[in-house]
């Protein structure tokens, strides 16, 4: 947890629903932001992000639930009375005008004075680099430059919110990859609470605080990047973000800290906390965190038969075959521990290096409903 964390929240979201007609979207969904935060949604086509960012914005009505802005409740609060800014996917500039009026508008129809308005342009385009294209119009701009200019034309307002949807999404990878630093640092430099989507997970890690996962229109984990890596809460996280080899266990016996579990593949011994004995669960194990031995290793009954050894410079990727034909995925440095293709291999961990999750609905939703307690403004 980041020192934000202790600070109140900009924008909360309070049990938000949204139908549409019969058709449920967001289901219920509890969110704090907090100021001078970078969050992102994440995930999938269709799972309710760009919903979820329009109701913060205002363009949306909510079916039930409150959004709070800066402690104030924002029921019936048309966009333009609310402290935020929004930046598309589709840069939405005025075509016929420059990139100077573009980014000026604004603050012309403020009705801001001349000299100050130039300043303040002037500045914006230092910081998204562009100065210098004053008088050029959109059509004679490259992608990435259009997405500068309304960035540009979006944060000269000085919102203490800038809500982004997909503001990368038309570009190419490499301009994508550099406008991805290129906002993060604006971000940080401005100290603006930004609200990002997107459904690039690598995206999301690159830039974000914090990163909210949504499937299905409800919050599957919010966190940091590094924990929703090491510690993803549901199968749904775990699949989505990274690689995992993810196993059906049943609770054999509980034992002081320790859980010894069944599965198909074998048996292992984990240090983990919360579950019952006979229950049904999931458990995660990241390739790179698999490790081979040509014995058995205490605490691990997983025999294998390596299939094969893909090398891909940086890395070698392993497949190991188990007992019941599931395929282990594995990931080592070139110069790690390898073993031919064909050789019989016994498969285990370090301590600390599996995650073990609830299959159980109640159990995860518990898990959905605790996670963002935080204070509610009243
Ligand atoms: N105006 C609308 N009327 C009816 N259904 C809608 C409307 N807008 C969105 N939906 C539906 O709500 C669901 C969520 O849509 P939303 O646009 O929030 O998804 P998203 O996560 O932003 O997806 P994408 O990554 O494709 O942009 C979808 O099933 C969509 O079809
Ligand atoms: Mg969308």
Redesign the pocket.
Known sequence: MTEKMDKKPIISLRNVIKK?GE?L?VNKINLDIYQGEFLTLL?A????????LRMIAGFEDITEGEIFLEDENMAGKPPYHRNVNTVFQSYALFPHMNVFDNVAFGLVEKKMKKAEIRKKVREVLELVQLTGFERRKPDQMSGGQKQRVAIARAIVNNPRVLLLD?PLGALDLKLRRQMQLDLKHLQQQLNITFVY?T?DQEEAMTMSDRIAI?NGGVFEQIGTAEEIYEHPKTKFVADFIGESNIFETSIHAVEEKMLKLIMEQGDVTVREQGFEVNEIAYLCVRPENIKISEFPVEGFNLKGIIKENIYVGSQIKTTIEMINGYLVKKTAFPDGDMKPAGSIVYLYWDDGKSVLMHTKEDKIYNYIESAEGGSIPS
């Not at 086509?45 to 979820?52: A, E, F, L, P, V």
Request: net charge neutral; hydrophobic share 20%.
């Open positions: 549409y058709n979207v995930g086509s269709g799972c309710g992000k760009t919903t979820t997909e989507v459904h949504m």
